[in-house]
């Protein structure tokens, strides 16, 4: 546990491993794995994956503060990417960039704390980092259809030469919104709020309906 | 029922391949690759439909979207129904179900037609306006007989079981039409690499080429267009849309395109498919190869079932292999109206004349047909048809040069049918949609495309360019100009050699002459669809009516699902001609999407039924569920409402869960509530703006409530904020303005003070939110942690960080009952956990679940406001008596600060919220009932504010309200008296709002 009197309070949030906590990520009541005992990948044009229970970090830094970014980037061990709508992966971390200011991070949720301690004790000046685990989840897509599924689901071009592997938009998807990463030729993968996981399960079940969906867990 | 009118071969039908069909309760045979329309040619059918104002019984007159009247509503069962599909443009299925959507009782026998006959007098142009204004009571009665008696088609009263589907598609060049220049021009931007789509209304691709008997490069049209289609498809960035029908140009190269996928195969799709597709396109440049339609001419009685355009009489003949009649009189101002008649003749019927209105057209054509010893009348026109569902037979008479009148003797012939040519109207539509206005061309004697600032091209026959090879020039230059725009190098296309045939000039006409005068002759229409005729325009020009958009309302001339397709030309010329104008000065009307009706399945995709609005859920929604919850809709939150014991009223559940909260321990899920982070070393300085109380001191480990208000001066939200650490805060806002704050706080960040140096992340999803509430709500808290947790430890708004039943947790002890109360927040992930070891722990407690209800009953008590139900953004702190929670000596200003000292903010007299206790204690006031200090007044009474919130209380035995009142806090013990609509009037008397422990002590043992 943290000192209170800290400037930014930060906690580890996630229970130690023999206090015997089990996590539920926002699609836990789908019952994913059983659906995945019954859904066939080579059948479907589209397979769904839930990537739960993974931690999630906000930086909020000025791209302009050149000494701030450049001790994020040595704490991190990986470049931020700075160009607009792009990301860096590297092992399990991923970053991706959200706006001028913003990344959005995922990496393993228990190394979460051991990140922010770092960038508490390393940054010094004006940024944020914020801990969004419970809050997002990440859905990955793969398949033949699935540039066709999307393109029922969001207002961006899917085209390869206009969004390449490793391209991010922030964008609307049907009502509600995601983060859209494109990881492989015929894969993406959604980082989407809990509260609106659901529907977006919904969503995605009913318009891959003609292309066939398969579940992994 | 044999099909009569059908060639024995030719066509682009399969006759090893018969499909049945039905229309209006008979059942037919037509081939595949008919529409509905040929196939009803096919069987002999005349009449397929009566007007919608006179109820004439009306025949198929086109053979493509231009089609007024073959209108019909198809489907088999209820669930299939469809109104308003053309019959033209539906292509037959196995066991097609459809009916004329106009015609009550029936077509054949229609009680309208009485009316209609009287028609002239009963409905002139401008009914519904004249109508609604004299006398406007009697609307409701006219349009409910109007309605039912015009007929415009009926939606399915049932769930529609197919699935439409709404996709976003981007491309470099869209290209609009896929006749012979729509074709060259995708083949062109498709070979230099482009990315293309090509949509087409038809279920083939080759527009006039389908029908035409012309040769390219020696070769039928068919295989040019084949060899197109076939290239085409091999490049991997084309998308080829048949059965598209371009509906909508909007602004930005922004198309929708209606895609029918399975229309042409059943009336439901197939399992697993999409019937139709809308597509939104996004393109950089568009191509408009939209074609042209035939202008039908306007003459007596040109609306009796055998009055054809020329066109469509060879279309039928040439793709469909259907001759529509026995005996053919043609009448044309043009060239072009020749080929129905050489058509009508190979198909081996009789052609009886061709009435051409020039006085001595010299074209080849005309040689043509002399050639083949068809009797050609030249300088005259078919004045007037005989017949009343079906033509029997044409008057003919001489005309003036310029074809304004008649000048010499009538002469009746026999004929069944007429087709009729005025020449070619580029389809404009589209090109109209963003506002550019169409150009008159004296040459073409039509409108083509104005200038526009979108990135569009037009080729073809929209150009006026009506040859072949012209116009798939036309759609190359097309092409290479996007292609040049884009800086992509074409690949040479060719144009293929064509045979030329010399023309001469067509003849300007657009209302044939009769010898009666306009309004006395029979009716000569003009749009077909809204029995918009001659007449009927030339009135409306003499009851004063100078501009072309006002004739078009005021007659209906190119309403509704038309779009003016065949009548709108005529019917501005004919303006023109009434006003003494010419065509451009009259000029056009606006077109609007959409150019063909589009179903609402297709717009509306899949945002329907589960899918119509997110619905959000916390992480304890399943356990919800299971202990059998009502859910209340907060925003798009699905909140639980309250959680009725089996057998037990909602009443009896909210009295019970307040009680158990007061004596023991109640708990809520609060996860809803919106949670936003604040970082940075100016983080207090900004709320101390947002919010109009003081922060400068907030210790850490501390919590304030806080109240937040608009320029005005009003409150919009309000919350708790705790500071986490001295450059760090969790702010707290209602569920539902959530979203609203946080764009406040960054809308001031970012255009206000953006010299602070702090940054705001929503965490609203981040974590579950637990509040236990009640006297034993500390005993069950400590069984779960090993923090200390007792009263000197930790103190009412507190905050704590500890491990609660193993998950790291915030604990707020912050109170929105009244009782001793602790917030719990851990990450989401674990929240259920949480959650289900607090009701282990706590079944000694009884620990009780309670919903949005009992929460707000139990604020209610305690006078705590909510933000959006005890204000309406017209109450400012002090109207809610939290003068308490302004800090106007801050040394910064505070958003409100200004607002709330004008002059109307600071009346003696305003609305103040205050308690109101009925005089009758078990009488609950309805919530919005208005007050009045006099019951007895006369009406209209001053009313002096209305309840915000009223419960029946369980913990006090009585009913509770809280409500605007205008002065309320200086009236204390006063009465006030709500006036209902039931004639009760309920006393009640002012109070303070805080009911139960005035003095807070239960919340902070």
Request: proline content about 5%; overall charge negative; charged content about 20%.
């Amino acid at each position: 546990m943290s000192d209170i009197n800290h400037a930014v309070a930060i906690m580890d949030q996630v229970p130690s491993a023999d206090a015997e906590v089990r996590g539920e990520s926002p699609l836990h009541h789908v019952g994913l794995a059983a659906i995945a005992s019954q859904t066939l990948p080579q059948a479907a044009g589209v397979i769904f994956r839930e990537l739960g229970l993974l931690g999630h970090l906000t930086l909020r830094v000025s791209a302009d503060n050149a000494a701030l970014i450049k001790t994020a980037q040595t704490v991190l061990g990986a470049p931020l990417p700075l160009s607009p709508l792009s990301s860096v992966q590297q092992g399990d971390l991923v970053i991706r960039w959200i706006s001028p200011d913003e990344w959005l991070m995922t990496l393993p949720n228990t190394q979460v704390f051991e990140l922010e301690s770092q960038f508490r004790e390393k940054m010094d000046g004006h940024y944020s980092l914020v801990n969004g685990s419970g809050g997002l989840t990440v859905f990955a897509l793969r398949g033949a259809r699935v540039v066709d599924m999307l393109k029922k689901s969001i207002p961006v071009d899917l085209h390869d030469t206009e969004f390449p592997v490793g391209k991010v938009v922030s964008t609307v998807f049907a009502k509600t919104g995601a983060v859209v990463r494109r990881t492989g030729e015929t894969e993406f993968e959604l980082v989407v709020r809990r509260s609106f996981a659901d529907y977006i399960w919904l969503w995605i079940q009913s318009a891959s309906q003609e292309y066939g969906l398969a579940v992994e867990h | 029922m044999s099909q009569k009118n059908r060639l024995p071969s030719g066509g682009r039908i399969n006759r090893s391949k018969p499909l049945s069909f039905a229309y209006n309760g008979k059942h037919f045979q037509g081939f595949e690759g008919d529409t509905l329309a040929s196939a009803m040619l096919a069987n002999g059918i005349d009449v397929v439909g009566r007007s919608f104002k006179y109820s004439r019984p009306r025949g198929i007159v086109a053979a493509g979207a231009e089609e007024p009247n073959a209108i019909m509503q198809l489907g088999a069962t209820e669930a299939t129904q469809i109104p308003n599909v053309r019959a033209t443009q539906q292509e037959l299925y196995e066991g097609l179900v459809s009916g004329a959507v106009n015609g009550w009782p029936s077509v054949d026998t229609d009680v309208m037609g009485l009316v209609g006959k009287v028609g002239g007098t009963m409905m002139p142009p401008g009914f519904y306006y004249k109508t609604f204004m004299f006398p406007q009571s009697m609307w409701g009665t006219y349009e409910k007989f109007i309605r039912k008696a015009a007929g415009l088609g009926r939606s399915s009263l049932e769930h529609d079981p197919d699935t439409y589907e709404k996709v976003n598609q981007f491309c470099d060049v869209l290209v609009v039409g896929a006749g012979p220049a729509g074709l060259a021009a995708a083949l062109t931007a498709a070979r230099a690499g482009a990315r293309v789509i090509l949509a087409d209304e038809q279920s083939e691709f080759g527009g006039s080429l389908l029908s035409s008997k012309e040769t390219l490069d020696g070769e039928p049209a068919a295989a040019w267009v084949k060899n197109t289609v076939v290239e085409l498809t091999s490049y991997r960035d084309v998308l080829l849309l048949p059965r598209a029908t371009v509906n909508g140009y909007h602004d930005h190269n922004f198309l929708t395109i209606h895609e029918r996928c399975t229309d042409h195969i059943a009336d439901s799709a197939p399992l697993g498919q999409a019937r139709q597709r809308l597509h939104r396109v996004r393109a950089k440049w568009v191509v408009l190869a939209t074609g042209a339609h035939e202008r039908p001419l306007v003459f007596g009685n040109n609306d009796v079932p055998g009055s054809m355009l020329a066109s469509a009489v060879s279309t039928y003949i040439n793709r469909y292999g259907v001759v529509p009649g026995s005996e053919l009189v043609v009448m044309t101002t043009n060239d072009g109206g020749y080929q129905a008649a050489f058509d009508w003749l190979a198909a081996g019927r009789k052609v009886v004349a061709i009435v051409d209105t020039r006085q001595n057209p010299q074209g080849e054509c005309v040689a043509k047909a002399v050639g083949l010893g068809l009797r050609v009348i030249t300088g005259a026109a078919v004045i007037e048809v005989f017949g009343t569902k079906r033509v029997s037979g044409v008057a003919v008479a001489p005309i003036s040069d310029d074809g304004s009148r008649v000048t010499g003797a009538v002469s009746r012939l026999s004929a069944d049918t007429v087709a009729s040519s005025g020449g070619w109207s580029p389809v404009v539509h589209l090109a109209g949609h963003t506002g550019s206005r169409p150009i008159w061309r004296e040459d073409i004697l039509g409108f083509v495309p104005g200038e526009t600032v979108e990135k569009r091209l037009t080729a073809g026959a929209i150009n006026g360019e009506y040859t072949t090879a012209g116009a798939i020039a036309q759609g190359i230059d097309a092409g290479r100009k996007a292609l040049a725009e884009l800086g992509k190098k074409p690949i040479d296309v060719n144009v293929p050699a064509t045979v030329h045939v010399e023309l001469d000039s067509p003849m300007a006409l657009f209302h044939v002459p009769h010898t009666k005068r306009t309004a006395q002759a029979p009716k000569q229409f003009v749009d077909l669809q809204n029995d918009v005729t001659a007449a009927g325009i030339e009135l409306a020009c003499r009851e004063g009516y100078e501009s072309i958009e006002h004739v078009k309302r005021y007659t209906a001339l190119g309403f509704g699902t038309d779009q003016g397709k065949l009548g709108n030309i005529n019917g501005m010329a004919i303006t023109a001609n009434a006003l003494g104008k010419s065509i451009p000065e009259t000029g056009t009307t606006i077109f609007r999407p959409n150019y063909t009706p589009v179903t609402f399945g297709a717009i509306v995709g899949r945002d329907r039924g589960e899918l119509f609005d997110p619905k959000r859920y916390t992480a304890m929604h399943a356990w919800h569920v299971e202990h059998g919850a009502k859910f209340e809709d907060v925003g798009q939150w699905k909140r639980p409402w309250y959680f009725p014991k089996p057998g037990e009223s909602m009443q009896q559940a909210l009295d019970r869960e307040c009680l158990a909260t007061r004596t023991s321990v109640g708990i809520l899920d609060a996860s809803t509530l919106g949670k936003i982070d604040i970082q940075g070393k100016d983080a207090r300085e900004f709320l101390g703006r947002v919010y109009t109380n003081a922060w400068a001191k907030l210790a850490v480990g501390k919590c304030r409530y806080g109240l937040m208000c608009g320029e005005d001066g009003m409150v919009f939200d309000d919350g708790v904020t705790s500071c986490l650490g001295e450059n760090h805060f969790i702010m707290t806002t209602t569920t539902g303005g959530a979203a609203r704050v946080y764009e406040w706080l960054e809308l001031y960040h970012q255009t206000e003070w953006p010299e602070l140096e702090v940054y705001f992340n929503t965490v609203t999803d981040h974590w579950s939110t637990m509040t236990i509430s009640g006297p034993n709500s500390r005993k069950l808290l400590a069984e779960l942690t090993d923090a200390d947790v007792s009263a000197e430890n930790f103190g009412y708004m507190d905050w704590r960080e500890m491990k609660v039943a193993g998950v790291p947790a915030r604990v707020f002890r912050i109170s929105f009952t009244g009782e001793l109360s602790f917030e719990i927040n851990v990450q989401a992930n674990f929240g259920l956990h949480v959650w289900e070891k607090l009701f282990e722990q706590g079944a000694k407690y009884d620990l009780t679940p309670y919903g949005t209800e009992t929460m707000h009953i139990l604020r209610a008590e305690k006078g705590f406001i909510i933000a959006g139900q005890d204000t309406d953004g017209s109450v400012h702190p002090y109207d809610l008596g939290m003068g308490w929670a302004v800090a106007q000596q801050k040394p910064f200003s505070f958003i409100g600060k200004r607002g709330m000292a004008r002059e109307d903010c600071v009346r003696e007299d305003r609305k103040q919220l205050v308690g109101l206790k009925t005089s009758d204690p078990s009488v609950v006031l309805p919530e919005g009932a208005q007050g009045v200090f006099d019951p007895g007044a006369p009406i209209p009474m001053p009313m002096v504010g209305h309840i915000t919130s009223s419960y029946w209380s369980a913990n006090l035995g009585r009913s509770i309200a809280m409500g605007l009142v205008k002065g309320g806090l200086s009236r204390m013990g006063e009465k006030v008296y709500y006036p209902l609509a039931d004639g009760r009037v309920i006393e009640a008397e002012i109070c303070s709002p805080v009911f139960l422990d005035p003095k807070g002590e239960r919340q902070n043992v």
